[in-house]
């Protein structure tokens, strides 16, 4: 069984509609991230929570919520999806007590907006 | 800001070659340097993470190494497989980020049987 799960892994919808990405872990790491990868760019992070309660803004977070329901799932929002959030959404994972280790991604969500 | 480029965007060589692949960096205050593989429907994995102390990490067929002074990483794989094809991506973590990784946009390699 994978260790980082991301669900739906394709989702297509229309322009205005609300829509939740969702997240588990079954490593037992307390940080979380949602990042977005786009054509010809670099994985861009969008909020990352260090423990469930505390969540951070990345670098393009706007248009976009979370929730740490507890510290193994953490779900991605979009309030009033737009056309260019159609991207590729990667949910991962570290841990905090080794310091500056790696994350573990999940499969990914490939959002489709119309 | 830290730029990181990877080039080329994408290689395509016959199976058996060894080759190099770039990450290039603005900024050398980093703590690590971090090569992925990303494979179509499963994600991103990591390959080898170098410390900012260190010159190089090996992995079995991949060899990373790391120069600071210059803003230079290379990817080296040996004896290139079909498996080897995926996209690679390098991404750094800096001294000031808050545990923000920096990410190239990745180079997209074809291993031709």
């Known amino acids: 069984d994978a260790d980082v799960t991301q669900t739906p892994r394709n989702r297509i919808t229309k322009t205005g509609k609300r829509i939740m990405l969702e997240c588990s872990q079954t490593?037992?790491?307390?940080?979380m991230y949602w990042y977005r990868q786009d054509p010809g760019l670099g994985l861009r992070l969008i909020y990352y929570?260090?423990?469930?309660?505390?969540?951070n803004k990345g670098e393009i977070s706007d248009g976009y919520s979370v929730s740490r329901q507890a510290q193994a799932k953490f779900s991605l929002s979009l309030e009033s999806a737009i056309p260019n959030q159609t991207a590729l959404y990667f949910c991962?994972?570290?841990?905090?007590?080794?310091?500056?280790?790696?994350?573990?991604f999940g499969p990914g969500t490939r959002l489709t907006v119309l | 800001k830290q730029e990181v480029t990877q080039i080329p965007a994408a290689l395509s060589v016959p199976e058996g070659e060894n080759l190099v692949l770039n990450c290039s960096f603005t900024?050398?205050?980093?703590?690590?340097l971090q090569w992925f593989r990303q494979d179509p429907g499963k994600g991103l994995t990591s390959l080898l993470l170098?410390?900012?102390s260190q010159r190089e990490q090996t992995s079995g067929r991949l060899n990373a190494s790391l120069d600071k002074s210059s803003g230079r990483s290379t990817l080296y794989i040996a004896a290139s497989q079909p498996g080897d094809s995926a996209t690679y991506l390098c991404?750094?973590?800096?001294?000031?980020?808050?545990?923000?990784?920096?990410w190239g946009a990745g180079t997209k390699l074809i291993i031709k049987p």
């Open positions: 170098i410390q900012s």
């Open positions: 991962a994972t570290s841990d905090s007590s080794i310091l500056r280790d790696t994350q573990y």
């Open positions: 490593k037992g790491h307390d940080r």
């Open positions: 900024d050398s205050a980093i703590y690590n």
């Open positions: 929570s260090f423990d469930v309660k505390d969540i």
């Open positions: 991404a750094l973590d800096l001294m000031d980020s808050n545990y923000q990784l920096i």
